[in-house]
C-alpha cells in the first residue's frame, strides 16, 4: 500500500493527460502541456486569493464594467491577465475568448502552429471574493475551424459538442481542478508543498439522483409558474435539501459529486437567465455529459445549442439525469 500511495503522489496532471491519450504524439503531447498552463494559470490565481486581506489589489471593485455592463473586481481582472499571459509564447494557443473580453484575445505568433483556443471564465462567482468563500475558473479547449481571417471568432458560436475538452478550478479549502478530455472526468488536488496537481479522483460519475436542489430561491417571483412549480414540489416531497452558494463552480462541485441539480433559470424579464453559454454553461454541460449527468435549457441540451453571439446566455439546469429531467418535465408541461 505504501508503494501505491507514492504512485499516487506522482501522477501530476501532465501525465495524466498523456496516459489519457496512451500517446506520446503531438497532439497528445500538445494536450498535455495546454493544461499544464491552465494548472499554472490556476495556482498563481489561488496564491493570489490566499493572499486577500494582506496583500493589496486582490479585494474590491476595479472601478469599470464588462461588456455586459458587470462591476468588474480587481481579481476578474488578474485572473484574466494571468490567462493570457501563461499563453503567450507558448506556442499551444491561437485566441483566448473570455467572459471579461468584449473580443477574443489573438496571440500571432502561437497562429501559424497553434490551432486551440480557449475559452475560460477567470473568476466565476467573483461577488464571493470579498467575503472569502470559494470561487472557480471555468475552461474549455476548442480547435479552431476554419480561416478565422476577418477576426470575428464566429466558429466558436458552433455547438458545444466541438469543445475537445473543459474543465475548471475551483478555490476552495484546498484548490481543485477538474478537467476532462473527453476520456471521463477527473479531478486533481493542488499540494501546495510541491506546488503540483495531484490526482485525487477518476472517472467521477455523477449519481444518478441526488437531494441536492442549489438555485438563487431569491428569484422566486421573478421565474415563470413552471420552475415556481418546481420548486413547490421539492418543498412538499420529502429527501430535497436546498445548498447555494453564489459561486457556480462550488454549487456544480458538490452535485458532480453528490448528485443533485444545480439551476439558474430564466427570468419573465431575462428569460436567458444569467449564465454564459461559451464560457459558463457548454464547459460545464461537457463535464457532467463525461459523468453520466445532464445539462439542458429546459427544452435542449446544452451541448446542442449553437450560440448566436459569443456573450451569449442561457438557461440552465445541470446534475443528476433523474433531477434535470424532473426539472424539464415542470418545464415541459407549462410549454
Ligand atoms: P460571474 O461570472 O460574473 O461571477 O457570474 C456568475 C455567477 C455564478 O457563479 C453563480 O452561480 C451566479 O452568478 C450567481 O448569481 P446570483 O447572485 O444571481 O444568484
Ligand atoms: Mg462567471
Redesign the pocket.
Known amino acids: 500500500a505504501g508503494e501505491r500511495a507514492l504512485d499516487r503522489d506522482c501522477t501530476t496532471l501532465s501525465r495524466h493527460v498523456l496516459q489519457q491519450l496512451q500517446s506520446f504524439s503531438a497532439e497528445a503531447q500538445d494536450l498535455s502541456a495546454l493544461m499544464n498552463r491552465i494548472a499554472l494559470a490556476g495556482k498563481l490565481t489561488a496564491r493570489r486569493l490566499s493572499r486577500a486581506g494582506i496583500m493589496a489589489g486582490v479585494l474590491g471593485f476595479a472601478g469599470t464594467e464588462n461588456v455586459q455592463g ?1 462591476a468588474v473586481k480587481k481579481m476578474d481582472i488578474y485572473a484574466n491577465d494571468v490567462f493570457i499571459s501563461v499563453f503567450e509564447q507558448s506556442g499551444l494557443v491561437c485566441r483566448l475568448a473570455s ?1 471579461e473580453m468584449e473580443k477574443p484575445y489573438y496571440i500571432p505568433e502561437n497562429c501559424p502552429i497553434g490551432r486551440y483556443t480557449l475559452v475560460y ?1 477567470p473568476i ?4 464571493n471574493i470579498d467575503a472569502n468563500l470559494n470561487v472557480g475558473s471555468i475552461f474549455a479547449i476548442r480547435q479552431q475551424q476554419g480561416n478565422d481571417e476577418d477576426g470575428s471568432a464566429r466558429d466558436l458560436l458552433e455547438c458545444g459538442r466541438n469543445q475537445i475538452g473543459a474543465g475548471y478550478i475551483l478555490y476552495g479549502p484546498s484548490t481543485v481542478l477538474v478537467y476532462s478530455i473527453g476520456t471521463g472526468v477527473h479531478a486533481f488536488t493542488l499540494d501546495p508543498s510541491l506546488g503540483e496537481f495531484i490526482l485525487w479522483q477518476e472517472n467521477i460519475k455523477v449519481p444518478e439522483h441526488g437531494a441536492v436542489y442549489s438555485v ?1 430561491e431569491g428569484n422566486f417571483w421573478q421565474w415563470e409558474d413552471s420552475i415556481r412549480d418546481y420548486i413547490r414540489y421539492v418543498h412538499r416531497h420529502d429527501g430535497y435539501t436546498g445548498r447555494y452558494s ?3 463552480v462550488g ?1 456544480f462541485h458538490r452535485v458532480l459529486l453528490q448528485g443533485g441539480v444545480f439551476l ?1 433559470p430564466g427570468t419573465v424579464k431575462k428569460p436567458e437567465g ?2 454564459r453559454l461559451l464560457y459558463e454553461s457548454a464547459p460545464l454541460a461537457y463535464l457532467i455529459e463525461q459523468a453520466g449527468g445532464r445539462a439542458s435549457t429546459g427544452t435542449q441540451d446544452i451541448l446542442d445549442v449553437v450560440g448566436s453571439q459569443l456573450h451569449q446566455r442561457t438557461p440552465l439546469i445541470i446534475g443528476s439525469k433523474e433531477d434535470v429531467s424532473l426539472v424539464e418535465s415542470f418545464i415541459q408541461e407549462n410549454a
Open positions: 458587470e467572459e471564465d466565476d462567482g467573483s461577488s438563487n453564489g459561486a457556480l454549487d439558474y444569467k449564465l
